[in-house]
């Protein structure tokens, strides 16, 4: 019945489809949409892992684009019944300049947006981040917050500014008249840190465990707590989301939602090392070694010499201001 051609009626596009979520995403869609017709993938980079997905019972179509190019997202849009938008520049390193973090982040979020718009696509499920709440620059912390606690969300930092105004496009566009007449339905999810297969900065840490010895330095005190959330369960909400919204379009529409499971919450730290004590690293404990203020002039001393070198080459360690601040307040939901 699933398999039949009947049933097999809609479009989906995932924006960012190779990316870590992304992946993930799409794997799961091709998994649990038995009303899947056509999977369009969206990206500036394309997997090769997409070839093995095009011999299954759905059409899966890979699209190499730029969501900053309206033309480009227009045309990945058209015809399509829901775009789950999770493409973005995650980064809280220095890598990219703010111009270009604003660029793909908000100026992409309106491309998709003014595309649904154009092409008369309905329902759109946007990847936020718990980051567009917090920590703010005060390190206020957050404890087994929801949706509803007040909490002072100030950011500078570009990532969690671009993420927060992106969020806002998304939210507003709710109720917009598309193409055709009918209302857009939007859906915004703020996940908490991501894990899991293919998490890049697991394996960065791990890395350098393997060349400090099989050894992590603690750096953050042990009772900072952080959410962290599965990314199969992340996709798992985005699909659920996305099946919904239509049935249930005025209670979700406009909305936005946290997306967490029940990953332990523990520091940054500790909750890596569920996954690299296994892998054979330690976590030695060094917090009368390195004191707050230690690392906090290391981090600064980081971000000098990013802007310093910047003009010869791109230097951009995991430790500078911000991410010490992040990792450092405790931020739970
Ligand atoms: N990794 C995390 O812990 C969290 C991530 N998020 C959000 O989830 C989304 C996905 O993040 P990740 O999978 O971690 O990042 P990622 O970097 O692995 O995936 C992002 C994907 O977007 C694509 N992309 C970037 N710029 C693009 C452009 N101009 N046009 C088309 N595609 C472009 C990249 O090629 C990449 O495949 C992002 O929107 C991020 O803000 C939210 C909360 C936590
Ligand atoms: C002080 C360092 C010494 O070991 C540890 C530095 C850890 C940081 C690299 C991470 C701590 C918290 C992370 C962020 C958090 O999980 C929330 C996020 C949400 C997003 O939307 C994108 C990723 C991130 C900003 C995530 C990035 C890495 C940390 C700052």
């Known amino acids: 019945m699933a398999d039949s051609a009947e049933t097999r009626k809609l479009v989906y596009l995932v924006t960012g489809g190779c990316g870590f979520l992304g992946e993930h995403v799409v794997r799961m869609l091709l998994q649990r949409e038995p009303r899947l017709y056509e999977l369009r993938v969206f990206d500036l980079h394309l997997g090769p892992w997409l070839e093995e997905l095009k011999t299954g019972p759905v059409q899966v179509t890979a699209i190499q684009g730029d969501v900053t190019q309206a033309h480009e997202v227009a045309a ?7 775009v789950i938008h999770t493409a973005g520049l995650v980064d809280v390193f220095g890598r990219a300049s703010p111009e270009t973090i604003y660029e793909v982040n908000v100026q992409g979020t309106k491309n998709v947006i003014e595309a649904c718009v154009q092409t008369g696509t309905r329902f759109l499920v946007y990847t936020s981040s718990m980051e567009v709440v ?12 929801n949706e509803d606690t007040p909490y002072e969300a100030i950011h500078r930092h570009p990532y969690p500014c671009s993420k927060a105004q992106a969020e806002r496009l998304v939210l507003e566009a709710n109720g917009r008249k ?7 339905v939007t859906c915004a999810l703020r996940p908490t840190g ?9 394996r960065d840490f791990y890395h350098q465990g393997l060349r400090l010895g099989g050894r992590l330095f603690r750096a953050i005190p042990a009772s900072v707590e952080h959410s962290r959330v599965y990314v199969g369960n992340v996709a798992w909400m985005h699909v659920l989301v996305a099946q919904e919204l239509e049935q249930r379009a005025a209670l979700m529409g406009g909305q936005v939602y946290f997306c967490y499971d029940e990953s332990p919450y523990k520091s940054y730290e500790d909750f890596n090392m569920e996954f690299l004590g296994p892998c054979g690293l330690r976590l030695v404990d060094t917090r009368l070694l390195v ?15 990013q802007w310093l070198l910047r003009p010869l080459l791109l230097y951009a360690p995991l430790l500078n201001p911000y991410t ?7 931020f739970t939901v």
């Open 76 to 82: 990945a849009v058209a015809g399509a019944h829901v």
């Open 134 to 145: 917090g920590p703010n620059i005060k390190g206020h912390p957050f404890y087994r917050g």
């Open 178 to 184: 598309v193409h055709g007449g009918l209302s857009l």
């Open 194 to 202: 991501i894990y899991g297969e293919g998490h890049q900065i697991m």
């Open 291 to 305: 004191p707050y203020w230690l690392l906090m002039l290391l981090a600064t001393l980081n971000a000098l010499l």
């Open 324 to 330: 010490l601040a992040v990792a450092n307040t405790t």
